[in-house]
């Protein structure tokens, strides 16, 4: 396997009367999950329908595990869209082993995969049910069964968990870290922070067509800190001095406070703390990490 | 390739499972059979002779009024009023007075009857009444009898198709009605099968498991997967229906024949019953020379059938129904792939349905004249061609004008499945917009 499952360079794709991408690239290492962001609208299903070969860019090129993106590449590749459904009549296993068929499996190695999974998700009795007879959260569950039964090596999930009751969404979020596991890539396009918190190695944000940002997720995270510190105390009230700006400060109800200290440039935690400590009792002092929220808003309105 | 198979597949088995199919293919030919049967019932039943009295006072036409089916004619010598008061009560329907002057005064003959007098009976006795007057007037005039019997003829012609291979006998009648029902046949299943095609792709899009399927199929194999896997639907369905009515005929008119032959036995036997015995001797010769029914009743239909180019009509009719639903079915496709629901289809379906309904009606004229000018024109242009060819065929049709519409049609369905699949493509991922004709028009050029 070549490092990177997936590279894009320079990708432009135009609609009727707008540009759905321009100049998009992005390389997507092998083995991670990788978070691909951006608002509504951005061109993120753009993208993601020219890596499925639904369409094709206008200019530039994809390379899948090295080579460039070829018709066969699409038994290789498992998407789960953000809008799905299934035929409402088709019963669950014909319908999931028609689509494994679709994705080049033969039949009996479709048999044998769904087994597996028939067991490990315990919805044996489900085989036989017309699709319309499950719940919605059922429906994702076949779903998300059809889009890696044929063990894609890159896997695209857009919204996965919408739909999902918490228990639900925990049993497929284990699912993606054990295929991450296996060897899988995950591309994983969604809204929701905390889910890129929890599973994203690396992140892309997209933003009007452009990408704005791209890399590892910590990195990312790095680069946005805020530089700001919380302060948790009892003593007299802290002000602002050589080190730092008190941004905000506030009295708890057990008598301390709570401040939020702004480092002045070039200073760090310790420099901050040395200046405290002489003045009052520190209960706890952490440094502000920027939160994927935070990333996503700011790196979007400065692109804007 | 594999993928089309499987698509093929799944839309056939899908298809073919359901309830509606397997009802609908029982119930067709049911139908069918109970519809001939109910035909051939009323007829049978509808057949109720009436006795009529007669009081000839010309003494002019006794023993002329031919029995029929429908009517059985007693002469009677009673005075007109006794006659009149008795009819009341009798098993007569109704009583036909003849006046002695009825040579002079033709429109003194008077019909009574307690119900009223059917039309049918008044043009009877009045058609049979007028061919003696004329005949007695003839003689009066010095024409002999013999010159009056060979003077009449019965005039019916025989109609030889030139061929090749020499004459042919052939039957008008039957080369339109064969061409009418596969006309009509090709007509239905454009419109069933093509309807569809529509929905189903429509159902894909709404459901939205189009996103996943073309993330493993190109809109194309999918597209073309299904017009495919619903024509074989169509071939199965039409074997089926085939298959039965043919059962079912078969077996019904072997029933409702013997039937027929009893009902006209005891009606014959009836009518001999109320004949005098000189007549009733007649009878009983001109049945036996005639072999029982007289055969004009029965039209000669399968023998005419055997005269017909049979396997020529069965080899286009099986390519107009698969070209001409090809040719629709990828254009109702497209359609489906451009609206949101069934509801939305119809502003798209009117120019297509169009030519379709316009070559059934031209297909009435083109039946009486099968080589017109408009019969030939319509049966080249693939959009009209499935069904006014197939109403041609049965009649002859050089081979050049079947090889250049057979590949007109086929250059046409190419052309709209080409067109279809533009549109398709766009149309499947297109949501919440209401299309125009225009938007349809600016897909066909989009790149992929």
């Known amino acids: 396997m070549s490092e990177n499952i997936l590279e894009i360079h320079n990708v432009v794709k135009n609609y009727a009367n707008h540009r759905a991408l321009d100049d998009v690239s992005l390389t997507i290492p092998s083995g991670v999950i990788y978070g691909l962001l951006g608002p509504n609208g951005a061109g993120k299903t753009s993208l993601i329908r020219i890596v499925n070969q639904i369409t094709a860019p206008d200019s530039g090129s994809v390379l899948f595990d090295g080579k460039p993106l070829n018709e066969k590449n699409i038994y290789e590749i498992g998407y789960l869209p953000e809008e799905r459904g299934l035929y409402k009549k088709m019963k669950v296993g014909e319908q999931l082993l028609y689509l494994a068929r679709l994705k080049g499996l033969s039949k009996d190695a479709a048999m044998e995969k769904l087994k597996e999974w028939f067991i490990k998700f315990d919805i044996k009795t489900w085989w036989d049910k017309p699709i319309e007879d499950l719940s919605k959260g059922m429906?994702?569950?076949?779903?998300?069964?059809?889009?890696?039964?044929?063990?894609?090596?890159?896997?695209?999930?857009?919204?996965?968990?919408?739909?999902?009751?918490?228990?639900?969404?925990?049993?497929?979020?284990?699912?993606?870290?054990?295929?991450?596991?296996?060897?899988?890539?995950?591309?994983?396009?969604?809204?929701?922070?905390?889910?890129?918190?929890?599973?994203?190695?690396?992140?892309?944000?997209?933003?009007?067509?452009?990408?704005?940002?791209?890399?590892?997720?910590?990195?990312?995270?790095?680069?946005?800190?805020?530089?700001?510190?919380?302060?948790?105390?009892?003593?007299?009230?802290?002000?602002?001095?050589?080190?730092?700006?008190?941004?905000?400060?506030?009295?708890?109800?057990?008598?301390?406070?709570?401040?939020?200290?702004?480092?002045?440039?070039?200073?760090?935690?310790?420099?901050?703390?040395?200046e405290i400590l002489e003045k009052v009792t520190v209960k706890s002092f952490k440094e502000d990490v920027a939160s994927m929220n935070d990333v996503f808003i700011k790196a979007v309105n400065e692109s804007n | 390739m594999n993928n089309i198979l499987l698509i093929i597949q799944r839309e056939y088995v899908t298809r073919v499972k359901k309830k509606s199919f397997i009802v609908m293919t029982i119930l067709g030919p049911l139908l069918m059979g109970l519809m001939y049967a109910g035909v051939i019932w009323a007829a049978v039943s509808s057949v109720n002779q009436k006795k009529i009295e007669v009081l000839d006072e010309s003494k002019l036409f006794e023993g002329k009024f031919k029995p029929s089916e429908e009517f059985l004619f007693v002469f009677k010598k009673e005075k007109i009023e006794d006659l009149k008061k008795s009819l009341k009560g009798s098993d007569f329907d109704a009583l036909v007075h003849i006046p002695s002057d009825v040579l002079e005064n033709p429109k003194s003959i008077k019909i009574y009857s307690e119900k009223g007098v059917t039309l049918e009976l008044q043009s009877r006795v009045e058609s049979a009444l007028e061919r003696e007057i004329e005949n007695i007037k003839l003689t009066e005039a010095g024409i002999t009898k013999s010159v009056l019997e060979s003077a009449k003829m019965d005039v019916s012609s025989e109609t030889i198709s030139l061929k090749e291979g020499g004459e042919k006998k052939s039957s008008a009648a039957a080369a339109s009605i064969i061409?009418?029902?596969?006309?009509?046949?090709?007509?239905?299943?454009?419109?069933?099968?093509?309807?569809?095609?529509?929905?189903?792709?429509?159902?894909?899009?709404?459901?939205?498991?189009?996103?996943?399927?073309?993330?493993?199929?190109?809109?194309?194999?999918l597209m073309i997967g299904k017009i495919i896997g619903v024509?074989?639907?169509?071939?199965?369905?039409?074997?089926?229906?085939?298959?039965?009515?043919?059962?079912?005929?078969?077996?019904?008119?072997?029933?409702?024949?013997?039937?027929?032959?009893?009902?006209?036995?005891?009606m014959t036997e009836a009518q001999m019953a109320s004949l005098p015995p000189e007549a009733q001797e007649m009878a009983k010769?001109?049945?036996?020379?005639?072999?029982?029914?007289?055969?004009?009743?029965?039209?000669?239909?399968?023998?005419?059938?055997?005269?017909?180019?049979?396997?020529?009509?069965?080899?286009?009719?099986?390519?107009?129904?698969?070209?001409?639903?090809?040719?629709?079915?990828?254009?109702?496709?497209?359609?489906?792939?451009?609206?949101?629901?069934?509801?939305?289809?119809?502003?798209?379906?009117?120019?297509?349905?169009?030519?379709?309904?316009?070559?059934?009606?031209?297909?009435?004229?083109?039946?009486?004249?099968?080589?017109?000018?408009?019969?030939?024109?319509?049966?080249?242009?693939?959009?009209?061609?499935?069904?006014?060819?197939?109403?041609?065929?049965?009649?002859?049709?050089?081979?050049?004008?079947?090889?250049?519409?057979?590949?007109?049609?086929?250059?046409?369905?190419?052309?709209?499945?080409?067109?279809?699949?533009?549109?398709?493509?766009?149309?499947?991922?297109?949501?919440?917009?209401?299309?125009?004709?225009?938007?349809?028009?600016?897909?066909?050029?989009?790149?992929?």
Request: glycine residues 8%.
């Open chain 1, 139 to 274: 429906q994702q569950k076949i779903q998300f069964v059809a889009t890696v039964l044929h063990q894609p090596k890159l896997i695209i999930l857009d919204e996965p968990f919408s739909g999902f009751d918490p228990i639900n969404a925990t049993l497929i979020k284990d699912e993606i870290l054990e295929l991450k596991e296996k060897g899988s890539t995950i591309i994983f396009s969604t809204h929701r922070m905390e889910s890129v918190e929890e599973l994203c190695d690396y992140i892309a944000l997209i933003n009007k067509s452009k990408k704005v940002l791209e890399g590892k997720k910590l990195d990312i995270k790095d680069q946005y800190k805020s530089n700001t510190y919380t302060l948790n105390y009892e003593g007299e009230k802290v002000d602002s001095a050589t080190n730092f700006n008190v941004l905000s400060n506030q009295k708890n109800l057990d008598g301390s406070q709570t401040a939020v200290l702004k480092a002045a440039d070039g200073k760090f935690g310790n420099d901050l703390l040395r």
């Open chain 2, 179 to 221: 061409g009418g029902i596969c006309a009509f046949l090709i007509y239905l299943s454009v419109f069933i099968y093509g309807a569809q095609v529509m929905r189903s792709i429509t159902e894909e899009k709404t459901s939205r498991i189009v996103e996943i399927l073309i993330s493993s199929v190109k809109p194309f194999q």
């Open chain 2, 231 to 266: 024509a074989l639907v169509g071939l199965t369905q039409f074997g089926l229906w085939i298959v039965l009515s043919a059962g079912i005929l078969t077996f019904g008119s072997k029933l409702v024949g013997e039937k027929l032959i009893q009902s006209k036995n005891a």
């Open chain 2, 285 to 448: 010769e001109k049945m036996q020379a005639g072999g029982g029914i007289p055969s004009e009743m029965m039209p000669d239909f399968f023998g005419a059938l055997d005269t017909l180019p049979l396997t020529t009509i069965i080899i286009s009719f099986l390519f107009y129904f698969v070209g001409g639903y090809l040719l629709y079915s990828a254009l109702f496709g497209a359609v489906g792939s451009a609206v949101d629901s069934d509801t939305d289809t119809q502003q798209f379906m009117l120019p297509i349905t169009i030519p379709i309904i316009a070559a059934f009606m031209i297909a009435q004229f083109v039946i009486r004249d099968p080589n017109s000018n408009l019969a030939i024109w319509t049966s080249m242009i693939p959009f009209t061609s499935p069904i006014i060819m197939m109403v041609r065929i049965p009649f002859g049709v050089p081979i050049w004008q079947i090889v250049l519409s057979v590949v007109l049609l086929i250059g046409g369905f190419i052309f709209t499945t080409w067109l279809a699949s533009r549109i398709y493509r766009v149309g499947i991922l297109m949501y919440g917009k209401k299309v125009t004709w225009k938007e349809l028009g600016k897909w066909i050029f989009y790149k992929s």
